[in-house]
């Protein structure tokens, strides 16, 4: 059971950027599939997930409206549009699964999930 995100760089205030996250060892219809991002000196933060039933979303309240969570059951990926970049959006970004987790994960934090891609740098700068 595999995460591979990918997708991150350098963009300017206001840009847009398109994170994937590749899913192998498992389905997306088995695990949902957490964006987190965390800042240098900063928490890990839980910004966006997408349900493995219905692929019902949540955002948090700091990308709500500028970024969008999204799923390819056939390519077994799971996507992060987002636009409207702005420079506090700068972090490492990584995506989890709690597939194979017995118990519930804090989807706010990342906490007890055990299944992480490697992080991508996102970096808003002007």
């Known amino acids: 059971v595999q995460l591979q995100a990918s997708g991150g760089g350098s963009v300017q205030p206001g840009g847009s950027l398109r994170l994937s996250c590749t899913a192998s060892?498992?389905?997306?219809?088995?695990?949902?599939i957490g964006w987190f991002r965390q800042a240098s000196g900063k928490e890990r933060e839980g910004i966006s997930y997408?349900?493995?039933?219905?692929?019902?979303?949540y955002y948090s309240d700091s990308v709500k409206g500028r970024f969008t969570i999204s799923r390819d059951l056939a390519e077994n990926k799971v996507y992060l549009q987002m636009d409207s970049l702005k420079p506090e959006d700068t972090a490492v970004y990584y995506c989890?699964?709690?597939?194979?987790?017995?118990?519930?994960?804090?989807?706010?934090?990342?906490?007890?999930?055990?299944?992480w891609g490697r992080g991508t740098q996102v970096t808003v700068s002007s």
């Open positions: 997408i349900s493995k039933g219905d692929g019902s979303t």
């Open positions: 989890a699964t709690d597939y194979g987790l017995i118990g519930g994960a804090d989807w706010s934090t990342g906490r007890y999930l055990e299944v």
């Open positions: 060892g498992f389905g997306l219809i088995n695990g949902n």
